[in-house]
């Protein structure tokens, strides 16, 4: 295997891809099906079509031509100055090499050179190491609630990273 590579930016196949990534993690794992891979596909793929925006932007980990790891930073969808970290997911050839920090690093880079307020993600109960990942890199949970948004009733989870108030 040879060195994994973090490049920004659109890549041929990159919403087959990523959208098999979530598909192949998340079929397993979740029991997600056909209602979560039509959503993961029509949302990246209309983010994709905003690319050439200035405060989004996708990062992919690439190793051998393909692409192994991704995560992007979506600064229009939810306004309010803030970003929203979406289709952050790893194959399982590399994860838990570091890679996913790697990738997690530049998207909170590219947020804090872009000013936003805020970052925010959803995810759901159960994802330990990606839990781990996001406290360890400023997140905290702020909402839980049962949802069934991608066709499994599941405990969603809101996390924010956001600045202190007094």
Known sequence: MSEIQIAPGYRPSLIGR???????????FAGFGQRFES?????LASFCDRLHHPNNQIWLAIQDQQIVGSVAIDGEDL???????????M????RGKGVGGQLLTQALQFVDAKGFEETQLWTFNGLHAARHLYESHGFK??????????????????????????
């Open 39 to 43: 959503v993961v596909a029509g949302g």
């Open 91 to 94: 194959d399982d050839r590399v």
């Open 141 to 166: 949970l702020a909402g839980e609630n049962l949802g069934n948004q991608w066709g499994t009733e599941i405990l969603e989870q809101r996390f924010c990273r956001c600045p202190q108030r007094p």
């Open 18 to 28: 990523i959208t098999h990534m979530h598909m192949a993690y998340y079929a397993p």
């Open 79 to 89: 306004g309010n100055n803030s970003a929203h970290l979406r289709w952050f997911i």
